[in-house]
């Protein structure tokens, strides 16, 4: 018996459902089956799943090739026509149970079919919570939404993922609950577009309110964290929480994009770079311990020096730590690849100086922390993370999961050291 070999590409959410396969697919007479889960957030993802698929066929010659994932959601004919994929599923038959049972009885079962690919925009629920605990030994990924209702003019995701839907608040909390009984310490809530939740349930209840019962409902978890939210869609109730509640994690990962009002409105983005600014001020005046990460994109369309250097200058105003960087990639089917692009050297360039700017900006966090006190939750016998999400390696072991104070005595590249 072999069970299946899976490449996962992308974010938190590839990743999580790649793990609810697994646990769907088990194992089967013959070779394992190959199953590629892509990403589409920009042409580069694309291109390295294409030639990731083109060198696990020569590794692994007979056995049957399957893709799935975001790419392969929004263009199921290019992976089609590959001559090394067997398979194209969709985002959502690739957690349907009777996929992988036909997948398991027979290796010709799909033969002459070799696209299962339905409309993603029909769908109207999230799949079931089909595991319990991915993630480290200590820290496990809750997804309680899928899918984005936006349009923003760089994004194919929606395609990919269609629209947003919930999973319910009580079927959240129940599954924390089993997390916690499990020895889970920290739990981090994750979807598309988080700050979405609830839209599409009874009585479209807010984050706000999920987070709240949460904490309330399960007082015996130590950390809730939340992956990424949209500010402009924050709640009143979730801004209360956040600035009052400490069993929730002071660490924020926004949805920024820009920190220029022309290019935030043709992302058809929902706030002006003063909301951003704002937001992160209002947090931390409640919440000084706070800390701010956030997602920009360097080279949009028609992006001058000026408007970049909005971007630079947004990482001291709203007092970011954290940054993912992303050189503007244009999709195929997006408004934003129909704009002016700008020279791919120009936007390297400019990927390049918000890097250096945010290694600069994390350095100066860094040292900040130094002859602190810190309640570091233990992944690893001699490695943590502070409640700010900051890496922590310790000189002695230390027991996993168990969250202890310890002094910082010292800082490398990108982590902090105690003895």
Known sequence: ???????????????????????????????????????????????????????????????????????????????????????VVG???????????????????????????DDIMSVRECAP??????????RAYVQIQNGCDHRCTFCIIPYGRGNSRSVPAG????????????????????????????????????LGFLVSQILKLVPELPRLRLSSIDGIEADPRLLDVITSEPRLMPHLHLSLQSGDDMILKRMKRRHSRQDAITLCRKIR???????????????????????FENSMRILDECGLTWLHVFPFSPRHGTPAARMPQLPRKVITERAQRLRSRAAERVQGYLASRLGRTERVLMETPRMGRTEQFAEVSFASDREIGAIVETVITGRTVNRLTSG
Not at 26 to 54: H, M
Not at 288 to 298: M, N
């Open 1 to 87: 018996m072999s069970a299946p070999i899976f490449e996962t590409f992308g974010c938190r959410l590839n990743a999580y459902e790649t793990e609810a396969m697994r646990h769907l697919a088990g194992a089967r007479d013959g070779p394992p089956d190959i199953v590629v889960n892509t990403c589409a957030v920009t042409t580069e993802a694309v291109r390295q799943a294409r030639q990731k698929i083109r060198r696990l066929r020569r590794d692994h010659p007979d056995s049957r090739l399957i893709v799935t994932g975001c790419a392969a959601q929004i263009d199921p004919g290019q992976f089609a026509a590959m001559p090394e994929v067997d398979l």
């Open 91 to 117: 985002n959502a038959e690739k957690l349907k149970p009777e996929i992988w049972q036909r997948l398991a009885r027979d290796h010709t079962e799909f033969d002459g079919e070799s696209v299962l690919v």
């Open 129 to 138: 919570q089909l595991i319990d605990g991915f993630g480290t030994r200590t």
């Open 171 to 206: 079927v959240v909390v129940d599954q924390i609950r089993r997390l916690v009984q499990g020895g889970y310490r920290e739990v981090v809530l994750t979807g598309v577009d988080l700050t979405s939740w609830g839209a599409d349930l009874p009585g479209t209840p807010r």
């Open 285 to 307: 005046k409640s919440r000084p311990d706070v800390v701010f990460g956030a997602d920009i994109i360097a080279g949009f369309p028609t992006e001058t020096d000026e408007m």
